[in-house]
């Protein structure tokens, strides 16, 4: 792996933390959750299987220290595996659409929304959950999803722009 994509994706992750930590919790002390529009970004850029797993183990950690839903733990890094290994395929079935803001956004989207039932999913199984999986998932996940579509495409315009500024060659 090179180490100029791995530092990119360090510092991602850092602006991630960043953000994570300044958004309040809302519904039963879930978070909107926009280190997937990070993490999302990372792997857009870097898209070497061994950066999707690095990804998924620093956002993981980072989302499960920050967590403020009660045992949230387990299920952030579980949501953050799977999500990631999912989202890496539907890149690489996008082939060459991928760069696309729309594909961008869908990417987004898409995945906020597989993240989210599968923490809801995992966290109903570890430790319950403080309200019902749809109050969860129509209050908290679709309006994050939402969310996502923009952030992600302010983040990966903006670091895209950097990319090409400093000539860097990624996947």
């Known amino acids: 792996m090179n180490l100029r994509k791995n530092i990119i994706t360090a510092l991602l992750i850092a602006i991630g933390f960043i953000l994570r930590q300044i958004v309040p919790g809302v519904i039963g002390g879930m978070k909107f959750d926009l280190m997937l529009s990070v993490i999302f970004v990372c792997i857009l850029i870097n898209q070497e299987f061994k950066n999707v797993m690095l990804t998924a183990l620093l956002g993981g950690v980072i989302t499960a ?11 952030n ?42 923490f809801l999913i995992s966290a109903s199984f570890i430790v319950g959950l403080p309200a019902a999986f749809s109050v969860l998932f129509i209050g908290v996940v679709v309006p994050t999803a939402f969310t996502n579509i923009f952030a992600t495409i302010f983040i990966y315009k903006a670091v895209s722009l950097s990319i090409k500024a400093t000539g860097l060659k990624f996947v």
Do not use: E, R
């Open 65 to 75: 220290m920050t967590t403020t839903f009660p045992g949230g733990q387990l299920p």
């Open 77 to 118: 890094m579980i949501d953050k595996f799977i999500t990631c290994i999912i989202v890496f395929m539907m890149i690489k079935m996008l082939g060459k659409y991928k760069n696309n803001l729309l594909c961008v956004g869908l990417i987004a989207f898409v995945g906020t929304l597989i993240s989210g039932s599968i």
